[in-house]
């Protein structure tokens, strides 16, 4: 039993390990430019973990409730789970993409970066 629990969380680890290190991927890449576009790259870096980390209901969600069908050896319940978190998902992406620029100054105004620094 804790083989079979072990084996299912190492990969839910090691993704859960691979966001930040995004992050600091992109800050060591961009390291010969100028501040200005390193204090970009972390900007972009805090929005994107905000948006990535507040989509953790909908994985969540759907796992336990996927997980009780699977148990339940219903097929057709997994595919309404499916297709629920895919429309929940991609509704809010489009909303997202239409929103993108009002939802980008709301961010910078939050984290309060100086109008200069804005492109």
Do not use: C
Not at 1 to 22: F, G, K
Not at 23 to 45: K, P, Q, W, Y
Not at 55 to 79: C, E, V
């Amino acid at each position: 039993m804790n083989r079979e629990i072990l084996r299912l969380a190492i990969p839910n680890i090691l993704s859960n390990i691979s966001v930040p290190l995004l992050s600091s991927v992109d800050t060591a890449l961009m390291g010969r430019l100028s501040e200005a576009h390193i204090g970009a790259v972390g900007l972009g870096s805090m929005i994107f973990n905000f948006i990535y980390w507040n989509f953790g209901f909908l994985r969540m969600g759907t796992t336990g409730i996927t997980a009780q069908a699977f148990g339940a050896k219903s097929r057709s319940d997994m595919l309404h789970t499916l297709l629920r978190a895919l429309v929940v998902g991609l509704a809010v992406a489009a909303l997202l993409l239409l929103l993108q620029g009002p939802f980008g100054r709301v961010s910078f105004y939050l984290m309060n970066v100086p109008e200069g620094q804005l492109g």
